[in-house]
């Protein structure tokens, strides 16, 4: 009998740190991450919108997000990531020459006829 109670308290404490530690950690990794997001900050909302911070109201936990001069304003919840280095390209990020998006434009065209 005890062996069957050690083994219940070895699986659960095992599930424990599987499975809801790491959770934790990301919780507050993000909350840390919104608490710390000021105006100038580059995000990327959970809906996909990117956009520049153009400020932060922490008391009614929103922020107004600047998107090509188009102000809107989101709950602190929906920023997904984070980016304070601005224009830089992310790993991500692939980037087209130019030609090659000329080429694809002529393709698109002459398809079009």
Known sequence: MNANILIL??????????????????????????????PGAQIVTIGGM?????????????FELDAEGIILVFEL?????VSKEGNKVSAETTVVPETE?????EDTTSEDK
């Open 9 to 38: 308290v070895v699986f659960i404490a095992a599930m424990y740190f599987i499975m809801i530690r790491p959770q934790q950690k990301a919780q507050k990794k993000r909350q840390a991450m919104i608490n710390d997001v000021q």
């Open 50 to 62: 990117h956009g520049t911070v153009a400020s932060v109201n922490k008391e009614a936990r929103t």
């Open 77 to 81: 919840s929906a920023i997904r990531q």
């Open 101 to 105: 998006t000329k080429a694809i434009e």
